[in-house]
């Protein structure tokens, strides 16, 4: 297994039954897979993996939440790109393929973070975490403007069905 903060798969293969996806279930740790295609790749993080006390921090969260992987998906986009965003789920969809490495690890990254401010919040809390650090690399000055993407934001919901 890779020290990567994320699982690489193919986008035929199934994802929720991977090593990944029992080490992060385990671990109660982000789950961040990259979805690789013929011509592009998917990030997408689930909340799945993380216990049901971390539903109410991430809903409490949202707007910060959704602007920073808004900024994330900016920095990794082009135009062909697709963003969706709801407390429990993130997906950036037909990235090239080296930008969404970098996307889930900094994806990956961001969803710690709030796992470890909960962390020092209540000590004692099973929410393990590991922090990744976020940082730019300059990425942006590769990419076209962002105003051709477009962006799908499902409303927030109290009940899941």
Request: proline residues 7%; negative net charge.
């Amino acid at each position: 297994m890779s020290d990567a903060p994320f699982d690489l798969i193919d986008a035929r293969d199934a994802f929720a039954d991977s090593d990944w996806f029992h080490v992060c279930r385990q671990a109660q740790t982000p789950y961040v897979v990259v979805r690789s295609g013929e011509t592009s790749a998917d990030v997408l993080w689930d909340y799945v993996t993380l216990p049901p006390s971390c539903d109410a921090l991430l809903r409490s969260h949202f707007d910060s939440l959704e602007s920073n992987a808004r900024a994330i998906f900016e920095r990794f986009a082009i135009p062909e790109s697709h963003l969706r965003i709801k407390p429990t789920l993130i997906c950036f969809d037909r990235l090239p393929f080296d930008h969404a490495k970098r996307a889930a690890a900094e994806l990956h990254g961001l969803i710690s973070t709030y796992l470890s401010d909960a962390r020092n919040a209540a000590p004692g809390a099973p929410v393990p975490c590991e922090t990744a650090a976020v940082t730019g690399d300059g990425m942006r000055d590769e990419l076209e403007a962002p105003s051709l993407r477009r962006l799908w934001i499902e409303e927030k919901l109290d009940k899941c069905f």
